[in-house]
């Protein structure tokens, strides 16, 4: 249980996990331009610790014979957008096939290929060797690819021979670093046994959904050297909409059920009140910044990778990057104050498409 200094509900989840924070080595960094550079476990790899995530605009997307693309006016919103993330030092894009980004994505970094890393993973039904080869053909080279790894207690034997053709892409100079991503602890754990080789895993992590038994998992993650990349920091943009102050056009990655919906302003005016008068204490920070300053502040984390759509978005994104990394007292009560919401809305506070964080990854 989690001692009365720090709730079921408090933002850090659990002392195991601060604790964990405060003793292990900082993973290695530079600082370049305004920019954190963080070594990815073993790998000579240095990413940005802003790096920029693979969903779409669900504005501007259309169905095409294999996923989706978006509109014209939406890919050149998103190109414009990336490339002021770039400008910015971010280096490492995440890239979905399926959302039609592969090539998009090739034809924006191709003047500055050696200083971007591409980071991808199989989106498609077919042979994960045939898609590495696709993925080398049109970028010259894969620097990070992962396989997705389901709930289960182990890694099955399907996952273990996409893993020897992962290998076996990487020892051929086709990809750099190989991965995982998965929502299952129980999965991360096995990966680290049965998976020779693992460069890095992708997981959830943000404020809300931080979980007391990653005491177990990370410390064998770091004993081994695999890097760790933070999916989800703003619970796929949910976490934004918990701030009353957030600008109004600001979507979440699935624009469903939102806490500030009308039809739920009125069931938590307390709460509502609690968390406004908490954000007044920080009137030159949003709660997107506190949000991803505390992602960043963990010294085990090589990134955090949040989806972006809006220009406002990525400057609260890097806005935390300009300011120290150590959460105070104030910014403390801040996130307290959401992760009260959030428990109070019962999970409507995420879209329906992303409940699953509430079911796994809380305390």
């Not at 182990?154 to 750099?176: S, Y």
Request: a positive charge; glycine letters at 6%.
């Amino acid at each position: 249980m989690c001692p009365r200094a720090w709730s079921r509900r408090a933002f850090l989840a659990a002392p195991a996990a601060a604790r964990l924070a405060a003793a292990v080595p900082p993973v290695k960094e530079i600082r370049r331009g305004g920019m954190i550079y963080r070594q990815l476990g073993n790998t000579d790899l240095q990413v940005s610790l802003l790096s920029f995530g693979s969903h779409t605009d669900p504005r501007y997307k259309k169905k095409a014979e294999h996923g989706n693309v978006l509109e014209e006016e939406g890919q050149q919103r998103r190109d414009r957008l990336i490339a002021k993330a770039l400008d910015r030092g971010v280096n490492m894009i995440d890239t979905y096939e399926s959302e039609g980004q592969w090539k998009p994505v090739a034809d924006l970094i191709r003047a500055r290929r050696n200083k971007v890393l591409v980071s991808l993973c199989r989106q498609f039904p077919m042979f994960v060797g045939e898609n590495i080869d696709r993925a080398a053909r049109l970028y010259g080279h894969v620097d990070l690819y992962r396989i997705y790894l389901g709930e289960g207690e182990t890694v099955d034997g399907k996952a273990l021979a996409d893993w020897d053709v992962l290998r076996r892409a990487k020892e051929q100079g086709k990809v750099r670093a190989i991965g995982i991503s998965t929502h299952d602890e129980r999965i991360m754990r096995s990966a680290l046994r049965d998976l020779e080789g693992m460069d890095y895993v992708m997981f959830p992590y943000n404020f809300i959904h931080a979980r007391a038994d990653y005491a177990q998992f990370l410390p064998e993650a770091i004993e081994r050297g695999v890097g760790l990349i933070a999916i989800k920091p703003l619970a796929a943009g949910s976490i934004v909409r918990l701030d009353p102050s957030a600008p109004q056009n600001t979507r979440p990655e699935r624009d469903f059920v939102q806490l500030y919906h009308a039809k739920y302003r009125p069931l938590l005016p307390s709460v509502v009140a609690d968390l406004t008068k908490s954000l007044k204490r920080l009137p030159d920070e949003s709660l997107c910044q506190a949000a991803l300053r505390f992602v960043y502040s963990k010294p085990f984390f090589t990134s955090a990778m949040p989806g972006m759509f809006e220009e406002s978005t990525l400057e609260d994104n890097y806005s935390g990057l300009s300011r120290h990394l150590e959460l105070s007292r104030d910014e403390q009560a801040a996130l307290d104050a959401a992760s009260t919401v959030a428990a109070a809305t019962a999970s409507t506070w995420l879209p329906k498409h992303y409940r699953w964080l509430d079911a796994h990854w809380r305390c």
